[in-house]
Structures are given as C-alpha cells and as structure tokens.
C-alpha cells in the first residue's frame, strides 16, 4: 500500500463529495493506495458500498456523532490507517492525475518531512497555497492570489505547510502529538508542519 488517505466529510453537499471521488477515481494507481473517509455528522449517510461505485477499492468509513472538527477527527482516523505514509485531503481538493505520487516520491526521496503541492483555486486560476509564510505577528499562504506561474516553477523550503492536501509520515505525526485539539477547523495542519520544523 503507497498511502493512506484521510479525508474528513462534514458538510451537507453531497454533490461535492461525489465530484471529489469521481475526481479521485482517476488518480494514478489509486487502489494501491487506503482511503479512510470520517463522517462528521454530515447531513447524509454513506458507506464503503457507496464509495466502491466510484471505483475506489480500499476504503473505511468512520462515522463520528455528534460533530467533532478537522483535528479530532483526523486524530482519530490515523489508528485506522495502515500505511507508514499519510496524505490530509479536503473533500473539495480536486488532486491532478499524477499529484499523489509526486508527493509520496518527494516525501521518500527529498529527505522531508512533509509536503505539499502548490494549491490553485479553480475559479480563478490563481495560487491558493505554496506553504506559510510568516511575518511579524502574522502569518499568510505563500504567493496567495497571484498568477498560477508567479516564482512557484520548482519545489522550495517552507516553515510550514497546509494539509489541505499534504503527505507527512504516520511515526512523525504521532511523534509531535497529532493535531492539536485546541484548533477547531482552521491551523491544524500549520501547526503540525511548524511544530515539525522547530523540532529539526
């Protein structure tokens, strides 16, 4: 197995997750890799069975009531998975066909801890998110907003990164001491990257 995939389903589109497994669906080599979809409370009930109609083929499905968040739920969804690899994925993260195993080579053999691919939001063809950057008292997505090629040609450094979608290791993410429950739906995944690199 490549990966596992944890992905945390707590809205009422129903619409949107299909897109996002359809979309998933045509990832290069996908049934090498486990998907572990979380039920938050979404308004709408789905199961193994259902995700299999996309022809994804590994797949758990954990259902969480009432709602609990990104970080808590994501925490419980590693005991689940069986890969050494993690990938954090939004359901409204639309990967391109061979974004997966980019991120797992980058991850093996660049020597790193985490990794991220450069985020662009569709509507607008723009950077959503190349990693954080951080400033005095601030801190914002690297490059948000500006053109899809603007100085993001090649991989970089980054303090931290978001897990929107980002591939880490299963030891280090225990390690630092999973998502830290204090965040409720927003700096999770900053906080875990960061926590990485001030620790080496």
């Known amino acids: 197995m490549k990966a596992s995939i944890i992905v945390s389903i707590s809205n009422s589109n ?5 897109n996002f497994l359809s979309n998933l669906s045509k990832c290069e080599n996908i049934n090498e890799y486990e998907l572990i979809l979380v039920n938050d409370d979404s308004d709408f009930v789905f199961n193994e069975k259902y995700v299999h109609n996309f022809n994804i083929k590994n797949v758990k499905v954990i259902n969480v009531s009432p709602r609990k968040g990104y970080g808590i739920v994501n925490n419980l969804a590693i005991e689940y998975a069986n ?3 993690i990938i954090f ?17 980058d991850l093996k053999y660049n020597k790193c801890d985490a990794v991220q691919p450069k985020l662009i939001y569709p509507q ?25 090629n603007s100085n993001v040609i090649y991989s970089d450094y980054r303090t931290a990164l978001t897990t929107a979608l980002c591939a880490t290791r299963k030891d280090l993410f ?15 995944g900053m906080e875990y990257t960061l926590k990485l690199t001030t620790n080496g």
């Open 14 to 18: 129903k619409i949107l997750l299909e």
């Open 124 to 148: 607008t063809n723009t950077i959503q998110s190349t990693g954080h950057v951080f400033t005095n008292y601030t801190n914002s997505h690297a490059f948000e907003n500006q053109s899809i």
């Open 83 to 85: 890969s050494e690899i």
């Open 89 to 105: 994925m939004n359901d409204d993260v639309l990967p391109t066909i061979n974004c997966l195993e980019i991120l797992i080579n």
């Open 174 to 188: 225990l390690k630092m001491g999973k998502f830290d429950p204090i965040y409720i739906n927003a700096w999770e």
